[in-house]
């Protein structure tokens, strides 16, 4: 089982607010990826990580935003949360090794109203 | 443009049954080829990945096939049962890279009945 971690699990908020979605792992992974998933949809990267201090957006534009003060911290923000952020948001790592295999977290499922 | 697509959408199988489900790409270059199961409200996790050298891989009872000249993949699941009830996704990485660009197809969302 992977060690990587996600908070929260469930989240429900009003349009206008600021919200941080927490991932974390434990196996001291280099790379760090966010992705957001839709129903019935691929997952889409929205950014990455190669190591501390590095941030880059992914392939689908986002109004969030990331850091990467610490390796094994990876955390999400909205400054202003819209209906149109309502979704499922998949943080991954990998050692970047070989086949550079991906651990997921369990997802932060996020309902703006 | 490199795609991955998958088929079935969906399938309902009786539990013990077997069954295969399918991923058709167009990434190029190619580096390896990746299966995950996806539980409903969860994260995906690995079943396989194969590069181009491997035809066939084995997880217990999913086995998954590559043909790189056709760019076709299968997971064969034998002896169903009701846990194996989740969605497929076949992912294709690139070595186009220094990133290694992951492709992900929408998945095959599999339901087993018991």
């Known amino acids: 089982e992977a060690d990587i971690y996600q908070t929260p699990r469930y989240l429900v908020i009003g349009t206008g607010k600021k919200i941080t979605l927490e991932c974390s792992q434990t196996m001291g992974h280099d790379k760090m990826y966010w992705y957001q998933q839709d129903p019935g949809m691929e997952l889409h990267l929205i950014h990455y990580s ?60 996020l309902t703006v109203l | 443009k490199n795609q991955v697509e998958q088929s079935p959408q969906s399938l309902i199988i009786l539990e013990g049954k077997n069954c295969t489900l399918q991923c058709n790409y167009t990434v190029s270059p190619f580096s390896n080829l990746r299966w995950y ?45 009701l846990s194996d009830s989740a969605s497929y996704i076949c992912v294709v990485s690139d070595r186009g890279s220094t990133l290694g660009r992951l492709y992900f197809g929408r998945g095959t969302q599999l339901t087993v009945w018991p």
């Not at chain 1, 201090?53 to 202003?80: A, Q």
């Open chain 1, 50 to 109: 190669y190591g501390v201090n590095s941030t880059e957006k992914g392939d689908l534009s986002s109004e969030s935003t990331v850091s990467r003060i610490r390796t094994e911290h990876f955390p999400l923000t909205l400054e202003s949360a819209r209906p149109s952020h309502t979704s499922q948001y998949l943080c991954a790592s990998s050692d970047g090794r070989g086949t550079g295999e991906l651990f997921f977290g369990e997802g932060s499922r």
């Open chain 2, 37 to 81: 199961k996806q539980d409903t409200g969860r994260g995906p996790v690995s079943l396989t990945i194969m590069t181009f050298s491997e035809n066939t891989k084995s997880n217990g009872r999913y086995t998954a096939t590559l043909d790189a000249d056709t760019k076709q993949s299968s997971l064969h699941i034998t002896a169903s049962q």
